[in-house]
């Protein structure tokens, strides 16, 4: 079980030093040129789930109200899904932890 642990520790932390003990030639060795990040532990973007309609309003969902005809007076909402742009990705102003970052981060 330990044994098991130090491998995924040492395969981790190979991760983010760039060191590559399958490839000598391609590793980056701490003596020799610092500590140099493979990966980041941080997201600066993100996908926006909200959408523009055709007047340019910025939304998670958009409705229309409109009028049934079988009763009089009565008014309904209904969805619009047509003609709507995604928003697109979102530089986020204070940088998050990757949730698929290979190392655990704990401080004891």
């Not at 610092?34 to 958009?62: C, I, M, N, W």
Request: net charge positive; glycine share 8%; with cysteine.
């Amino acid at each position: 079980m330990g044994s098991q642990a130090a491998k995924l520790a040492r395969k981790s932390y190979d991760y983010v030093s760039g060191n590559d003990q399958t490839n000598p030639e391609n590793s980056n060795s701490l003596k020799a040129s610092g500590f140099a990040l493979k990966g980041t532990p941080f997201v600066f973007t993100r996908s926006s789930s909200q959408y523009f309609d055709e007047d340019g309003h910025l939304a998670h969902e958009f409705y229309r109200e409109s009028n049934v005809k079988s009763k009089k007076g009565k008014y309904t909402l209904k969805r619009i899904t047509k003609g709507l742009c995604k928003q697109g990705k979102i530089k986020l102003e204070i940088p998050r932890l990757n949730c698929e970052f290979p190392v655990v981060i704990y401080e004891g």
